[in-house]
């Protein structure tokens, strides 16, 4: 969705996600009730976002995109430490919105976290969807990242269309990694590995193709979850290299992934 | 009082230089055409008019100067560009093609009323509204162009080679849908061509450029009827 907007792969996505996520916690600390923090924390991830197009992308913007990836990576390796040099490499708990006691649906119990985070991350992605979809910004930012030539010619302030885009894309990093953070603890390096399984569904769904990303995703945990229960020496330990050996195989054999067009462009 | 002037405008690419000091004008609900040969300087004329590339000179729309100033500021003023290749947004459907044309607006009911306008013009663009663009043909992707531009509601209407490697009946609709819409709502036009024949036809001032300088100006009518023109742009 994100890469539609701004059609950079942003490797930092993760550690802007935790960053936030950091935020939320030190309100939360500071006593504010949960979606109080919450909001606020989306507020400042957007303007973050902005912020950091605005001030590192930018300068960069014309560059070829291997050069954009590099200060994302660099980014990264930043975020990743001044978060380290602020919070510490300890992991910290962090609360869930929603109830303890585990929902029961006819004979299976799920945890409330679970069926919660799940809801509040359709809810965003229906939101986004229908941003893309319906509001005249949505449609002037997917057309600043197909053709920010043509979108000039009819007058859409490409520059600004971008940052709008990393505002949004901090902000949905934000919502993750307060939902994930329940979970995996808070540390600087807890998006490490949600970005491998993040990005192997995109790539197995096509990274054209939000939809195909979300099936990418279901694809990617099932198919990691067998191999770790039947074939023996996989086990537990070894099922982040399934998703990562996902990646490389769809990028062999298929780049454009299952649902994503390749991008053809002509000369 | 001309509606768009260029005063000894200039531009380059690189170390290239490519306009040596252009002098034209478009009068205000007027035709002018700039015609030339592959390489005299047309596409970069129409660039240069709306702030795609570093210029030197000055260029003057209704009376005040918007070299210097972004595309996307002086698309507001006014001027629509339906540049050379067409630049569709391929991946987008025609109806989203045309509401990025009127990106900018705020007047909710001219719009719409302006969708029905083109689509009137160019009933195919209506059957193809959900269609990808991508998906369209040479001819008709030239209409969505022609189309996305009019939904800015211009004042000038700027057209790069709309004639470029289409079949004669196509070209024939599109000119005439720019015909229509210069006597029907006085939009000036800037109509750059290398089909010197219908662009004559067409247009009431003409410029022939050779490497980036004007060569030859005048009436229409009067150059269809020059020896030198007819020989080497109308070919017979």
């Not at chain 2, 540049?83 to 007047?107: I, M």
Request: aromatic share 8%.
């Amino acid at each position: 969705m994100i890469y539609q907007a701004t059609d950079v792969v942003n490797f930092a996505q993760g550690e802007m996600a935790m960053f936030s996520t950091y935020l939320a916690w030190s309100m939360l600390n500071a006593g504010l009730p949960y979606w109080v923090a919450f909001f606020a924390t989306l507020a400042v991830a957007f303007v973050g976002g902005l912020l950091l197009e605005r001030v590192v992308i930018r300068p960069v913007e014309s560059a070829p995109v291997l050069a954009i990836v590099i200060v994302c990576i660099g980014l990264l390796v930043i975020l990743n430490s001044v978060a380290g040099f602020l919070y510490s490499y300890i992991q910290k708990p962090f609360p869930s919105p929603f109830p303890e006691k585990p929902i029961r649906v006819g004979n299976i119990y799920f945890g409330a976290h679970d069926l919660g985070a799940i809801a509040v991350t359709l809810v965003v992605l229906v939101l986004l969807y229908l941003f893309f979809r319906y509001t005249t910004l949505g449609l002037a930012m997917r057309a600043a990242a197909q053709n920010p030539a043509s979108s000039r010619l009819v007058g859409i302030r490409v520059g600004w269309m971008l940052a709008l885009g990393w505002g949004l894309a901090a902000m949905v990093g934000a919502v993750a990694g307060m939902m994930i953070a329940p979970v995996v603890f808070l540390d600087p390096n807890m998006m490490a590995g949600i970005l491998i399984y993040a990005f192997a569904s995109a790539t197995l769904g096509g990274f054209t193709s939000p939809g195909g990303a979300v099936l990418g995703g279901f694809l990617v945990g099932v198919t990691e979850n067998l191999v770790g229960t039947y074939v023996k020496f996989i086990g537990t330990e070894l099922k982040l290299t399934v998703a990562l050996a996902m990646i490389l195989i769809v990028l062999l054999v298929k780049p454009s992934g299952l649902f994503g067009r390749a991008i053809v462009h002509r000369v | 009082m001309p509606l768009l002037e260029a005063v000894r405008l200039e531009a380059q690419y690189g170390w290239t230089k490519v306009l040596h000091g252009l002098d034209f004008t478009v009068d205000e609900g007027g035709i002018t055409t700039i015609l030339g040969a592959n390489g005299a300087g047309k596409t970069t004329t129409l660039r240069a008019v709306c702030g795609m590339l570093r210029t030197g000179g000055e260029i003057l729309f209704d009376g005040r100067r918007i070299d210097g100033k972004a595309t996307e500021a002086i698309v507001r003023l006014g001027i629509a560009h339906a540049p050379e290749g067409r630049g569709t947004f391929v991946g987008l459907t025609v109806e989203e093609n045309l509401r990025l044309g009127a990106y900018g607006r705020r007047d909710r009911s001219g719009v719409a009323r302006d969708f029905e306008r083109v689509y009137q013009l160019f009933p195919v663009l209506a059957q193809r509204r959900r269609q990808a663009a991508g998906t369209l043909s040479g001819g008709e992707q030239q209409m969505l162009a022609v189309a996305r531009a009019l939904m800015l509601r211009p004042r000038l209407l700027l057209l790069d080679e709309p004639s470029l490697g289409l079949a004669p009946l196509v070209v024939r609709e599109i000119f005439r849908a720019v015909r229509t819409i210069n006597r029907e709502e006085r939009v000036s036009v800037l109509l750059v061509e290398q089909n010197a024949s219908i662009a004559l036809s067409l247009a009431d001032h003409a410029y022939l450029i050779e490497t980036g300088r004007v060569v030859m100006s005048g009436r229409a009518d009067e150059l269809r009827e020059n020896e030198a023109i007819r020989r080497s742009y109308l070919g017979y």
